[in-house]
């Protein structure tokens, strides 16, 4: 039989749970959607075949597992709920709006002997995978990451390292492969909460990382670059493309010749997955052959360590009279 599965909240991120899951019917049951905004919970189940609950615990009572797409202040809240009744939960990311929320919930999950996955797409997106596997063959002396985007009120409550930096985090975690000794970071509040952040760090091995998110300009980018000793690679995440730039042999050992070689460029052009079709895939699979999932709930808790570095840096940074 089907896994029964529901989606708790629907908006923007919920209502692509609920496309994906839909086209999904050999793995699982979409059995429902729950919304704070019954409308829209009606409407989306309208547009998916499936039925809007009018009350959580309605949901709860009819599903094996749930994806928790609520604003980030209720993650908490309805995970532990999900879980407390043996519900296994993928839960959008960040994990928790707290680290002692994410703290308690990683407990929960362990005593409930559930699953608990948070939703650090970029995991699942084939071309940081790929990134990955060529820095495996360099010695790395820096990585440099930009996602930059227009303003949007969907996430106005929220501060920028939270809503979209904390992508970054997770996937200088991946890449670097270890938590960074020190962070220093400077941001600025353009609205309500910040906007434009800028943090780096410093690593034992002496890589130094720089990660750039705002949400004041007008155009997307989503890019990584990284410093080799021996090339420089560039990862564009939005046109699924890598462009590695290397000396020749020839010109590295003819520095001095009063002519120029030019270097060799490599492409590498990533074929497109649905990162999300695959993020859910993946915690079916969990869930159905009790594997552990590539983004673990102790991950999400990481990953929010080093946002907690970066406001820490900033309020240091204030303190201390330095603008920020």
């Known amino acids: 039989m089907n896994l029964k599965i529901g989606v708790i909240g629907v908006g923007a991120m919920g ?25 829209r919970g009606a409407s989306i189940a309208r547009d998916f075949d499936t039925r809007s609950f009018a009350e959580l615990d309605s949901l709860l009572e009819s599903v094996d597992a749930a994806v928790v797409a609520v604003p980030v202040f209720g993650h908490y809240d309805v995970a532990k709920k999900c879980m407390e009744r043996g519900i296994h939960v993928f839960v959008e990311k960040p994990l928790t709006a707290t680290i002692e929320q994410g703290r308690e919930l990683i407990g929960l999950a362990r005593t409930k002997k559930v699953k608990l996955q948070v939703g650090h797409i970029e995991m699942f997106n084939p071309t940081i995978r790929v990134l990955k596997d060529i820095m495996q063959h360099e010695e790395v002396i820096a990585i440099d990451i930009h996602r930059l985007s227009p303003f949007d ?12 930096m904390i992508h970054d985090l997770y996937i200088l975690s991946y890449l670097a492969g270890d938590q960074p000794a020190k962070c220093t970071a400077y941001g600025r509040a353009l609205h309500q909460h910040l906007n434009h952040v800028v943090a780096t760090f410093q690593y034992e091995n002496a890589v130094i990382a720089t990660l750039t998110a705002s949400i004041v ?12 000793r021996n090339a420089y690679i560039r990862a564009d995440l939005m046109d699924r493309k890598i462009v590695i730039s290397r ?51 102790e991950d999400g808790l990481n990953t929010l360590l080093m946002a907690d570095k970066v406001k820490r840096s900033m309020i240091r940074l204030k303190e201390a009279g330095e603008p920020s």
């Open 247 to 297: 000396s020749t042999n020839f010109f590295m050992s003819n520095r001095n010749a009063d002519y120029k070689q030019q270097n060799i460029m490599e492409k590498v052009i990533v074929p497109f997955q649905e990162p999300l079709r695959e993020q859910l895939v993946h915690f079916l699979d969990c869930i159905r052959f009790d594997h552990e999932p590539m983004v673990t709930a």
């Open 153 to 164: 009120e969907r996430v106005k409550d929220i501060d920028v390292v939270m809503d979209t």
């Open 15 to 39: 209502k692509n749970h609920v496309r994906v899951l839909d086209g999904l019917s050999d793995r699982c049951q979409l059995t429902g959607v729950y919304d704070l905004e019954p409308e």
């Open 217 to 228: 300009t007008e155009e997307k980018v989503r890019t990584i670059d990284v410093v080799t």
